[in-house]
């Protein structure tokens, strides 16, 4: 799992998924990717597909339907794979915690590697979580 | 006779892998300077292709097993194979026969017919969908390619071996230097462009409209194999279009410099043109080829049998 | 024709059921009526006046429950809204759908988030909440309560 892994922190692909969001945070996800600030340095390149994915960038708060396709979608990303909620309302569901619609955090329907706070999180936040996430995944190998 | 499993490892896997993942970062990263920032490291592509060797196998549940499994090796054989014709005509072209120049024509249909492939056995409604764009854009761009290349094949007086070609255009000037050739070099560099699946002609595998087209449901070391035979490509065609056009690489060290800066000026020319186009539709590509590019072409063919 | 024309004749129509108007600003005006004059009203305000349906928002407050119907007459850049109040024990009205087809999935989504029954309504199926949302539990009551033991409400910190 060394070798694979180590090698998954050199060109780590992203997928973003949204679970019902308000779409603050995909607009700052999608200004990451742009020509500013360059992740493709780090060999960060865009999944058109999820089969495709190594880094699940997930917004949202998930809703009850929203839920059900999650797993579905966690299942068919081949491991290994990351996890990053990004945003409140993917940590703790932020503002819509007491909502009929929402009654479980993210982190109890998939299990989640990485958290970056803010509403929405700047994309200089999002690239620091990244660097975070890869320093720990790679401290840890 | 133990020549030819040599010459196959040699040249055509471990040669044109090398040079096609060289060939696929040099195109990244002129793209990322052409957009002011910083492109990715030299081993980037090839560090992609380690990565996802190490990823799981996903098969859906819809998929033809046999078939998904093999399309992607059906791609990477083709690819392999004409890589191995083209160089054995550079390192020894005693060794050419009469027709390879249609032997890698036909060759060079393989890795997309892999995709193809592919994608039908997916299972998927996009993947088909991205598939049969791809059946598609095969039908417009073959016809302007093969009646391209019949001009260098008229100006060397029917010459149809890749050494006798190379040799004609070592003797007298490269046939990209008379009109017509200039004419079928445009025609054929815009059939590669289409041929490896660069923007603006890179319908079937539109990431942002069919997110991945035929290869949608691949993952892991399948996906890696496709990615390497697109690579492999990505060094095979430039080169072929050296060999017809550009006056090919002779062996001396002159020779051999030159060749580089000619492979290198054809990389950057399809590189340019996928940096400053948007993607065309489907239905724009067929038009586009069938009637201003064939026009082209057969205008080259006119001008061959006239000499000029 | 102006403002003060288009009320005027809507009270001049319905004088009977018009309980009372409200000028909230020269482009909003709040016209409350009995529920049974809904549907003569809704049809006057859209097909004669022609005017366009916004949207239908309904509201649980302390004492009743209430819908309001907004219609935007673009002319005289007016937005006239139509206020019924309905008992809360049990909330009926007619639909308005078989007027105009607008109002077909505003009144789905009133009913199943509500819980107000409109009658002769042709498809009232649910169209937001998911398939194991209990029959009969409206969420945005003041009465609703959590009825899913497995919701974890607190932020784990």
């Keep these: 799992m060394g070798m694979k892994l180590r090698a998954l922190l050199k060109s780590p692909w992203v997928f973003h998924l949204s679970t019902g969001s308000c779409n603050n945070c995909d607009i700052e996800v ?7 600030f360059d992740i493709e340095r780090f060999g960060i390149l865009l999944a058109g597909s999820i089969k495709h994915a190594d880094v699940l960038l997930i917004t949202g708060s998930c809703n009850r ?32 915690i007491e909502s009929y619609n929402c009654p479980l955090p993210l982190d109890h329907i998939i299990p989640v590697d990485a958290y970056i706070p803010g509403c929405p999180p700047k994309p200089e936040a999002i690239i620091a979580g990244a660097v975070k996430l890869i320093e720990k995944v790679g401290a840890a190998t | 006779m133990y020549a030819y499993p040599l010459y196959f490892v040699l040249f055509g896997l471990v040669l044109t892998a090398v040079l096609g993942l060289l060939a696929s970062w040099l195109d990244r990263k002129v793209t990322a300077r052409v957009q002011y920032r910083v492109g990715p490291p030299v081993l980037q592509p090839a560090i992609d292709i380690v990565k996802l060797l190490g ?35 550079v390192a020894q072209p005693s060794r050419g026969f009469a027709g390879d120049v249609f032997v890698a024509l036909y060759l060079f249909t393989l890795p997309s017919l892999g995709i193809i492939l592919g994608g039908f056995a997916s299972g998927n409604p996009v993947a088909s969908l ?5 059946m598609k854009l095969i039908l417009a761009y073959e016809l302007p390619f093969v009646i391209a290349l019949f001009v260098p094949i008229i100006l060397s007086g029917y010459a149809i071996r890749l050494p006798e070609l190379a040799a004609y255009q070592a003797a007298e000037r490269a046939f990209v230097l008379h009109p017509s050739g200039l004419l079928a070099f445009l025609v054929a560099l815009l059939c590669t462009q289409a041929k490896m699946g660069l923007v603006p002609f890179d ?33 095979a065609l430039p080169l072929f279009l050296v060999l017809m056009f550009l006056g090919g690489i002779p062996l001396s060290a002159s020779g051999i410099a030159y060749g580089v800066l000619k492979l290198v000026l054809v990389i950057a020319l399809l590189t340019l043109i996928r940096n400053t186009n948007p993607r065309i539709r489907i239905d724009q590509a067929m038009c586009f080829f069938w009637v201003p590019v064939t026009g082209v072409a057969l205008a080259a063919v006119v001008f061959a049998m006239f000499g000029w | 024709m102006t403002r003060e024309q288009a009320l005027q004749e809507i009270r001049a129509r319905f ?27 809704a049809n006057y305000i859209f097909w004669e006046l022609g005017a366009r349906f916004n949207i239908a928002t309904g509201v649980d407050t302390r004492t009743h429950i209430e819908i309001l119907y907004h219609f935007i007459i673009e002319e005289i850049n007016l937005l006239v809204s139509l206020r019924v109040k309905l008992d809360r024990d ?68």
Aim: glycine share 6%; proline share 8%; aromatic share 8%.
């Design chain 1, 30 to 36: 999608l200004d990451c990717l742009t020509p500013r």
């Design chain 1, 65 to 96: 339907q929203s839920a059900e396709r999650l797993k579905r979608l966690y299942e068919q990303v081949p491991k290994p794979c990351l996890v990053v909620a990004i945003g409140e309302c993917a940590m703790s569901r932020g503002m819509f």
């Design chain 2, 55 to 89: 990823k799981e196998t996903l098969i859906p549940a819809g998929a033809h097993k046999p078939t998904f499994l093999a399309a992607p090796l059906f791609s990477f054989a083709g690819a392999a194979a004409v890589s191995t014709l083209l160089w054995i005509t």
């Design chain 2, 130 to 134: 991205g598939a049969s764009r791809e």
């Design chain 2, 203 to 235: 319908v079937a595998e539109a990431e942002t409209e069919i997110t991945g087209g035929p290869l949608i449901e691949y993952s892991g070391p399948g996906l890696a194999v496709y990615r390497l035979s697109k690579n492999m490509l990505f060094i």
């Design chain 3, 15 to 41: 004088d009977g059921v018009i309980l009372s108007m409200f000028d909230k600003s020269p482009s909003r005006v709040y016209i409350e009526i009995k529920p049974e004059a809904l549907v003569p009203a």
């Design chain 3, 90 to 157: 049990r909330p009926v009205i007619d639909s308005l759908t078989p007027s105009f087809e607008a109002a077909n999935w505003v009144e789905r989504e009133i009913h199943e988030l509500l819980g107000v029954e409109f009658k002769n309504h042709p498809d009232m199926r649910r169209l937001l909440l998911p398939e194991n949302w209990p029959e009969g539990v409206y969420p945005l009551r003041r009465d609703y309560q959590e009825w899913d033991k497995q919701a974890v409400r607190d932020r784990g910190v």
